[in-house]
C-alpha cells in the first residue's frame, strides 16, 4: 500500500475491499475493482477521511494506523465523510480506534452498513467547508472540496472516467439522469476529480 500526498493537505490510498469478489467486474466487465480508494484531507486544522478502507494485510495496515495516529495526534479525532452509504467501509473500526470521531452519510437510500452520528443532504455543508451535490442516486452524494478544487465521485462516477453502470441504476433513472444531476458541478472550479473507483484524475 502506498499512501501518497497528491497536493499539499490532501492524501489518497487504494486497498483491497474484504468483500470483493471476480463478480463484482459484472458480466460486461463494467463493474468495480477489489482496489478502492480512499482519501485523508488536512484543511482549517481538521482532519477528515473520505471512504476509509484500512487494508486486510497486516503490514500495510500498520503503516496506515501509523499515519493515521500521527494525523489523529496532531488534529484531533476525524471526521469521515461517506459519500454514499455502500462505502461505510473502515468508518466503525476507526470510529472505534479514536474516540469523538464523527461520521457523516446521505441522509437518504439504503441501510447504511456504519451508524453515523451526522446525515446529510445535497446543498449541505461538511466539515472544512466541503459542499454535498446530488447525483440522481439515492443514498449518493458527490463532495466538492473547495480547499482544493477537487470532486469526489462514490459511485455516480467511476474509473475511466465513466458514469456507473446501467445495472447500477436505481428503478426508473437513466445515466442522462445521472449526467444532469452533476451539471450544477460545472458550476464550481475542478482541478481534480477524485474516484473512489479508481483514483485521483488531474488531466482533461
Not at 478502507?53 to 501509523?66: H, I, M, R, Y
Not at 445535497?122 to 466538492?144: F, H, N, W
Not at 455516480?156 to 465513466?162: H, I, M, S
Amino acid at each position: 500500500m502506498d499512501v501518497q500526498e497528491i497536493a499539499p493537505g490532501l492524501w489518497h490510498w487504494a486497498a483491497p475491499h474484504p468483500e470483493w469478489k471476480p463478480a463484482n467486474r459484472g458480466k460486461d466487465g463494467l463493474g468495480w475493482e477489489q482496489l478502492v480508494s480512499s482519501y485523508a484531507l488536512v484543511a482549517d486544522e481538521t482532519f477528515v477521511l473520505i471512504d476509509p478502507q484500512v487494508p486486510t494485510d497486516e503490514g500495510d495496515a500498520e503503516e496506515l494506523w501509523g499515519a493515521l495516529d500521527r494525523d489523529v495526534e496532531a488534529h484531533g479525532a476525524p471526521s469521515i465523510l461517506i459519500s454514499v452509504n455502500w462505502h461505510a467501509r473502515s468508518a466503525g473500526t476507526i470510529a472505534g480506534r479514536y474516540h469523538d470521531t464523527s461520521i457523516w452519510a446521505p441522509s437518504d437510500g439504503p441501510k447504511r452498513e456504519a451508524d453515523p452520528t451526522h446525515t446529510y443532504g445535497p446543498g449541505d455543508e461538511l466539515p472544512t467547508g466541503i459542499r454535498a451535490y446530488a447525483v440522481s442516486m439515492p443514498g449518493e452524494r458527490a463532495l466538492y472540496l473547495p480547499s482544493h478544487r477537487a470532486v469526489v465521485f462514490g459511485d455516480a462516477v467511476l474509473d475511466g472516467v465513466r458514469l456507473l453502470p446501467d445495472s447500477w441504476l436505481e428503478k426508473g433513472t437513466t445515466r442522462k439522469d445521472v449526467a444532469d444531476a452533476l451539471r450544477p458541478l460545472l458550476d464550481e472550479e475542478i482541478e481534480l476529480l477524485l474516484l473512489t473507483h479508481g483514483g485521483p484524475v488531474a488531466d482533461d
